[in-house]
């Protein structure tokens, strides 16, 4: 005879009670990272920054505070104020020569001041595209107000973009200001930042693999931001006092383009190479001397990562380029400037500790040594 199941109602109102108070936490605590988030969110991308700029530069700043007799305030604001110093008026000035560049083309746009050269019949031949361009550069040559306004739609948004570049440069130079600022902060404090960054990490993915993980995210950032983004930083300074000293136009464009190429490991020969030929065409007007003289200063300038990558890449950096340069293309897209630096280096951590964790699967461990065993 079969015995019938009778419920327990005392354990199933004590089961679901439990479940009950385990889904209300989990909701209070679910709201609580959301309103941290949103109350957070405006200085998410400062705060990455200033944390890179604090990664890198913390060796250095150990050093000095050793020099120093320990103390680490005093070495951390001098590291601050000789890095601004050194790479903040440059950075200025390039970025004022950039909006200066782009405040002169919205001028001259609407104003009609633009000199068009006269167009080359072999356009005509190219593929697809090639009659079209013909035509619209033809009639911007023969009647420019004609051209503007069947181009006007095109031509406001554009103005806007360009006005809109122009407004972010303030904000960008404070930012990046702002950020140098808290990475002193960072590291005066740094020791006890390490503890608590490991104990984070320990907390995530274990103690075995904590130690493992937060060596790896400190020197993939160094890597990084010295071996790849730095060294096109430092390029990309160099090549645009070089355009400003010869006066090539459009050096605040050319020093960007430059800082988007090193970061893509491309050679910035591609920039100063073309620099160099208006040095000596017609249209600048340059002594033979001078020629000379600056043709010089922008072949350094373009093969100055020669001598950089052997001073700051170190090991190098163990990810793919299109790795680097999708995040540091996609970090300028959302986040501008700084966000070029930051996607670029997110990414490649990101990257990295996939790949670490993928390779420490202990299953594919087991079945390579099986494979090995059996051959």
């Given at each position: 005879?079969?015995?019938?199941?009778?419920?327990?109602?005392?354990?199933?109102?004590?089961?679901?009670?439990?479940?009950?108070?385990?889904?209300?936490?989990?909701?209070?605590?679910?709201?609580?990272?959301?309103?941290?988030?949103?109350?957070?969110s405006p200085f998410l991308t400062l705060m990455v920054w200033a944390v890179i700029l604090a990664v890198?530069?913390?060796?250095?700043?150990?050093k000095m505070a050793r020099k120093m007799g320990g103390k680490q305030?005093?070495?951390?604001?001098?590291?601050?104020?000789?890095?601004?110093?050194?790479?903040?008026g440059p950075t200025v000035l390039l970025l004022s020569s950039l909006g200066d560049s782009v405040?002169?083309?919205?001028?001259?746009?609407?104003?009609?001041?633009?000199?068009?050269?006269?167009?080359?019949?072999?356009?005509?031949?190219?593929?697809?595209?090639?009659?079209?361009?013909?035509?619209?550069?033809?009639?911007?040559?023969?009647?420019?107000?004609a051209f503007v306004k069947s181009m006007q739609p095109k031509v406001v948004d554009l103005t806007k973009v360009l006005l809109g570049v122009v407004a972010g440069i303030g904000g960008g130079l404070l930012q990046l200001l702002a950020s140098f600022i808290i990475a002193g902060i960072i590291m005066a404090f740094g020791q006890a930042g390490a503890?608590?960054?490991?104990?984070?990490?320990?907390?995530?993915?274990?103690?075995?693999?904590?130690?493992?993980?937060?060596?790896?995210?400190?020197?993939?950032?160094?890597?990084?931001?010295?071996?790849?983004?730095?060294i096109a930083f430092i390029q990309a300074i160099i090549v645009g006092l070089c355009l400003i000293i010869a006066s090539v136009p459009w050096p605040g464009v050319l020093t960007v383009i430059v800082l988007v190429l090193g970061i893509a490991q491309v050679p910035a020969l591609i920039v100063t190479l073309p620099a160099i030929i208006y040095i000596w065409s017609s249209h600048g007007d340059y002594s033979n001397v001078e020629a000379i003289g600056y043709t010089v200063l922008l072949l350094v300038a373009g093969?100055?990562?020669?001598?950089?990558?052997?001073?700051?890449?170190?090991?190098?950096?163990?990810?793919?380029?299109p790795v680097i340069l999708l995040g540091a293309l996609g970090g300028m897209a959302t986040a501008g400037i700084l966000g070029m630096f930051i996607g670029a280096v997110l990414l490649v951590l990101g990257y990295r500790i996939f790949m670490g964790w993928v390779a420490a699967n202990p299953h594919s461990e087991a079945a390579s040594a099986e494979d090995h065993a059996e051959t």
């Amino acid at each position: 005879m079969t015995r019938k199941y009778e419920p327990d109602e005392e354990l199933e109102r004590h089961i679901a009670s439990r479940l009950l108070d385990v889904l209300i936490r989990a909701g209070l605590v679910l709201a609580l990272v959301m309103l941290c988030y949103r109350v957070f969110s405006p200085f998410l991308t400062l705060m990455v920054w200033a944390v890179i700029l604090a990664v890198t530069l913390y060796p250095l700043q150990q050093k000095m505070a050793r020099k120093m007799g320990g103390k680490q305030g005093w070495a951390a604001t001098l590291l601050v104020l000789l890095s601004l110093l050194l790479l903040f008026g440059p950075t200025v000035l390039l970025l004022s020569s950039l909006g200066d560049s782009v405040q002169e083309t919205v001028t001259a746009v609407q104003t009609l001041s633009v000199k068009i050269p006269v167009p080359n019949p072999s356009i005509a031949a190219w593929p697809i595209i090639g009659k079209k361009i013909y035509a619209a550069w033809v009639l911007a040559y023969n009647d420019l107000p004609a051209f503007v306004k069947s181009m006007q739609p095109k031509v406001v948004d554009l103005t806007k973009v360009l006005l809109g570049v122009v407004a972010g440069i303030g904000g960008g130079l404070l930012q990046l200001l702002a950020s140098f600022i808290i990475a002193g902060i960072i590291m005066a404090f740094g020791q006890a930042g390490a503890k608590s960054s490991l104990a984070i990490f320990r907390r995530i993915v274990g103690a075995e693999r904590g130690d493992e993980f937060a060596k790896l995210s400190t020197s993939t950032i160094r890597a990084v931001a010295q071996g790849v983004i730095g060294i096109a930083f430092i390029q990309a300074i160099i090549v645009g006092l070089c355009l400003i000293i010869a006066s090539v136009p459009w050096p605040g464009v050319l020093t960007v383009i430059v800082l988007v190429l090193g970061i893509a490991q491309v050679p910035a020969l591609i920039v100063t190479l073309p620099a160099i030929i208006y040095i000596w065409s017609s249209h600048g007007d340059y002594s033979n001397v001078e020629a000379i003289g600056y043709t010089v200063l922008l072949l350094v300038a373009g093969m100055a990562d020669n001598v950089l990558k052997p001073l700051m890449l170190g090991r190098g950096v163990e990810a793919p380029m299109p790795v680097i340069l999708l995040g540091a293309l996609g970090g300028m897209a959302t986040a501008g400037i700084l966000g070029m630096f930051i996607g670029a280096v997110l990414l490649v951590l990101g990257y990295r500790i996939f790949m670490g964790w993928v390779a420490a699967n202990p299953h594919s461990e087991a079945a390579s040594a099986e494979d090995h065993a059996e051959t």
